[in-house]
């Protein structure tokens, strides 16, 4: 489901996708920026991205069957057990949550405060 393509921001990102996919992905989107507001926005690696400081902080992506999450290596690392529990697939640098079940508001935001965290504790 995830073409390749050249997008300028995520707004044309999402639309490229049915409505469904894209209210999952408006909502992921909402989620993020309620952690942090003023998150910068861009395309990475062709996927919709979000910088804290000037420093990446996570990506994300819609597949046929999922949606892609992506808070690099030590974003999934501290919460394998999470995953583990909600049966998500994951791996190195990636969770995957499910397109039919509901997005996990409570965990995404663990992770997006994680991150954030991280990137201050390298900032000082």
Known sequence: MCMKNTFKNTDEY???????????LVELRKIIHTV???LEEYIGYQMPAF?????????FAAYQKHI??????????N???DFEERKYKFSKGAVQFPITEKLPFDLITKIVEF?????EKKKS
């Not at 690099?72 to 690392?77: D, H, R, T």
């Open 51 to 59: 910088k804290y400081k000037g420093k990446p902080l996570v990506y």
């Open 36 to 38: 942090m507001p003023d």
């Open 115 to 119: 991150r954030i965290t991280e990137i």
């Open 68 to 77: 892609g999450f992506y808070p690099g290596a030590e974003g999934i690392i």
């Open 79 to 81: 919460f394998e057990k």
């Open 14 to 24: 999402i639309l490229l996708f049915p409505v469904d996919v894209q209210e999952k």
